[in-house]
């Protein structure tokens, strides 16, 4: 998924009040989907930043 993809998947979201939960994908975890993480923080990596020197990403970081 790319910022772009995120933002207008966000922007068709009317209730902007929301919290935003992230849901962990790992079905071979035993603890699968039963803790609830909230989005606590956005960290960014720019492209050409040191060790992202080809590519840059956004972090979404959950907090239990």
Request: overall charge negative; charged content about 25%.
């Amino acid at each position: 998924m790319t910022v772009q993809d995120l933002i207008d998947t966000l922007q068709k979201i009317k209730d902007k009040s929301l919290h935003v939960r992230v849901l962990e994908n790992n079905p071979n975890n035993s603890d699968y989907n039963l803790e609830n993480y909230w989005l606590d923080k956005i960290d960014v990596a720019n492209t050409g930043q040191s060790g992202y020197e080809l590519h840059g990403e956004v972090v979404l970081v959950g907090e239990a």
